[in-house]
């Protein structure tokens, strides 16, 4: 069972390394052009595939996930402070 387990993830990790490989921009690859990188993922199954999952390709900004800002209270908020001191009414100078 444990050997059946593993080819699976050699079959699916070559898969999957092998599509990233076809379908990434040539500039999103790094050390080795896109062919060598696909010759090293068939002829080196699991390895040539976590190989190429680790060092073969290089994150593009728009790759990320967008990052969640903090959520501020009222009180820590400068926009929100700067708002109330706009509609805050000014005192008259003649009431003195």
Do not use: H
């Not at 079959?11 to 490989?21: E, L, N, P, Q, S």
């Not at 820590?76 to 000014?90: Q, T």
Request: proline letters at 10%; a neutral charge.
């Amino acid at each position: 069972m444990a050997r059946v387990l593993f080819v699976l993830v050699a079959i699916g990790v070559t898969v999957y390394a092998a599509i990233d490989c076809l379908r990434s921009n040539d500039d999103e690859v790094r050390a080795l052009p896109k062919p060598l990188w696909l010759l090293l993922i068939v002829l080196l199954p699991l390895l040539g595939g976590l190989v190429w999952v680790f060092f073969g390709r290089q994150d593009s900004p728009g790759n990320q996930p967008p990052r969640r800002l903090r959520t501020l209270g009222p009180d820590d908020d400068p926009d929100f402070l700067r708002s109330l001191d706009l509609r805050r009414p000014k005192p008259d100078d003649g009431d003195k």
